[in-house]
Structure formats: C-alpha cells, structure tokens
C-alpha cells in the first residue's frame, strides 16, 4: 500500500465532507452566510440550523427554547461535588467533568449517536452555562442562581455569570459573539469529536474528547492572551517598538490562522460589536490601541487578526472573569461539536488512518539470557 504523501499536522487534508460548514466563500453555516446570520437571527436560531439542518419555524423555536428550558437544572449531587473541589481547578477542568457526571445521570446513557442525539445534545445545551456558573460563583463566595424564564437563553448567560440581567447591547455582543464561535469546520476539537463520533458513542462522549482537546494551550478560542498584548503595548505609538522587540518567531497572541491569510471573516464581524460596546463603556482608547496593533502586526508579519483578538475585548467589556472568556466559547462551540459527531456517526465509517513507520525494522531477536550475557 502506498504511503508517499505525509502531511504533518493533516495541514491541507481533506480528511471528510461536510454539510455543517463552508470555510471557501467567507463563512458560511449550512449554506447561511455567517455575515447574515449574526445580522439577522439569534444564537437558539442558530444552533437549532446546526442541528438540525434547518432555521426554525416560529413554532419550532418556541418548541426548542422550551425544551432547553425543561433541562436547566442541576443533578444536585453536582452541585454537591462542586463544593468538594479545590478552588484552583478552572472553570474548563471543572467543566470537564461536569459532562462526565452528566452521562451518568442521563435516562438512556448506553444508546448510540443516532438515538441520543437531539436529547443529549439538547441536555449538554441547557446545562453547560448552569455548570459553568456554578463552579465560577462557588469559588468566589457568590450566591448560586437560577435562570430567569423572562430572559432569552443568551441573557441568562449573562445574568447567570454576572448576576445582572444584561442591556440590550450587552445581549446582542453575546449574541453575535456565540455565533460566531459556534463552528468552524475541521478544527482539532471538532475533528476529535468526529474520530469520536464515528465508533458509535454516546453524545456525551465526543463533547468530551473535544474538550479535552479545545483545553490545549494553543487550540484558539477564546483566548485571553490578547488583553496582555493590549496591557504590554499600552498606548498605539509604542506599537512599532513593541513588535520591533519581538523574536521573528514569537507568536502573538490573537493574530495569525491556518486557514486565513488576510482575513477572518468572524474578527471583522466581532470589531463592529467591540466599537459598539467600547463607546458605552467609554473605552474608545482600547479600540485605537487594538487596531494600531492590528495595523502593526500586519505591517511587519503580515498575520491578520483571528476570531480571539476582537472577542477578548468584547468578554472584556462584558464584564467577564478572564477565565471565563474559553468556558463561555465552549458553550457555543459544543453545538458545533455535536453537529460534526452527529454527522460522522451517520456516515457508519469509523475513521481509521494509517500512519507512516519511521522506526527500526529487521531487528534480530535474542531471548532475554542472550540479551544479559551480552
């Protein structure tokens, strides 16, 4: 069999088809421009069009919001475990196993994708932002809370991390910023949850291996790393000295990306709700400073900025923890997830690669006297 062609990383393999998401013309979810999505739709309507491969009806959606809303409550033996934790453990790592308890109190743990999907999917929506607040409150001697049926889902997010009910604008960042970080084709959570996927698991199983991957430290999403980028430039005339004292090959944080070269369509939607947002909280420094870095980097690098340049401000002026900023991402990005687990496990192919050898061969073999007398 041949194995000529080696590609370290699978950078540039096409290692499966999708339907969930187009990265060739801008982005696109389905078919939807990402553009008209965040202009025009909700982060419920959204995800219900990853799952399910459609937008929903008014009917569907009233029918699927009430559905995540039936499912927002804690096992109380969670909560009970939450206390015994230490208080080091981030809200990721905590998170993690939050998914794995999960699967143990689920009516039906034992069936596969293809039965579980819509139910497991829909409890992993409903309780993710309820673990993560949990945990966040906890360890910071905050009153626990419980979502608001007069908020929209993304406003209990909100008021479940920060303990405010959000103004509009503030809803409508998180909003777009949820979108946004939903999906993006094949990256290496997503292809994990596929790998995953594709032998038959449970749902709880490939979000589970895909956090494990998104917890990496240099899988992007999320990343809070930008703000120390701001924090050590500190005013856009020491743009040009900063990025002159850079080793060529230090990497900086939120700029650069495997697949864009100029642009990434998401941090150019995200700028707009950083304008927006940094006018109200009366940070319009914050945005100059950004942006003659962003001008900066791409004079002397020529790396555009990705998705995690433009959202770490946007968390920022949210108000959020900064390890909160990849836990809120992940409760986006798990519906991506599940859609590429979903779809892998339809295709009834476990994904199997080769690999190519690159160790001894022909060794002569000595038993393990021979092995002592030598």
Known sequence: MSQELFCPGLRGV???????????????????????LTDGSTFIEVAHLLLFDELPSEEQFADFLS???????????????????????????????GISLLNLFDHEPQEDLLQSYHSQTINLLAKLPLMVAAWHRLRNGLPQLAPRPELSHVG????????????????????????CAMEHELTPSSFVARVVGSVRSNQYSPVLAALDAFIGMIHGGGDDRPLDVLNAVGSPDRAEE?????????????????????????????????????????????????????????????????????????????????????????????????????????????IRPRARYRGAVDCPFESIRDRDNR
Not at 27 to 34: C, E, F, P, S
Request: overall charge negative; aromatic content about 10%.
């Open 14 to 36: 096409i290692a499966g088809e999708t339907e969930i998401c187009n990265l060739d013309h801008g982005i696109q979810y389905r078919g939807y421009a990402l553009q008209d």
């Open 156 to 179: 209990n997010i909100y008021y479940l991390l920060t303990g405010d009910s959000p103004c509009a604008l503030f809803e409508e960042a998180l909003d777009v910023a949820l979108i």
């Open 242 to 350: 900063w990025i002159a004292k850079l080793d060529s090959e230090t990497s900086i944080p939120g700029f650069g990306h495997p697949v864009y070269r100029e642009c990434d369509p998401r941090a150019a939607i995200l700028d707009a709700q950083c304008e927006k947002l940094a006018m109200a909280c009366g940070r319009t420094d914050l945005e100059k400073l950004a942006e003659a870095i962003e001008t900066t980097v791409w004079k002397h690098r020529k790396l555009p900025a990705n998705i995690d340049w433009p959202l770490a401000r946007l968390f920022a002026y949210l108000g959020f923890d900064r390890d909160l900023f990849r836990p809120v991402f992940v409760m986006s990005r798990m519906v991506g997830w599940s859609a590429h687990a979903y779809e892998q496990c339809e295709c009834n192919e476990p």
């Open 67 to 97: 559905v995540i809303q039936e499912e927002q409550q804690l096992p109380f033996v969670l909560q009970e475990l939450y206390e015994q934790f230490p208080v080091h453990n981030l809200p990721l790592e905590v998170l993690r196993t």
